[in-house]
């Protein structure tokens, strides 16, 4: 699978992390570190698990993985998260958009 198409995943669970919360805390990506470790196949299960870490008021550090068919870990990444301002939050029925956190 190309790069950009890894990262986009990784960059979409590590954003996702820090929703979970009530109210749920919606973040843009201010930096994004990605590690490929193995080639990521297409057309194959795929499991891709995010990990919310520190968190602060304006800022948040989540990580992602993601593992393949046989449970190989395949790429993972460090985000650096910041807060969307709440005048634009609140203007965003986020539900609506499939911004939803799916907990296991």
Do not use: C
Not at 18 to 42: C, E, Q, S
Not at 69 to 92: C, S, T, Y
Not at 94 to 99: D, P, R
């Amino acid at each position: 699978m190309h790069g950009g198409i890894v990262a986009a995943m990784l960059d979409e669970v590590t954003g996702r992390v820090h929703m979970g919360g009530n109210p749920p805390r919606f973040m843009f990506t201010a930096r994004l570190d990605v590690r490929y470790r193995k080639n990521v196949p297409i057309g194959r299960p795929l499991r891709i698990v995010g990990h919310a870490g520190k968190s602060k008021e304006r800022t948040a550090i989540a990580t992602g993985e993601i593992f393949g068919p046989d449970g190989d870990l395949l790429a993972e990444a460090e985000a650096m998260l910041v807060n969307v301002p709440d005048g634009i939050a609140n203007q965003v029925d986020l539900e609506a958009l499939g911004w939803k956190v799916y907990p296991d």
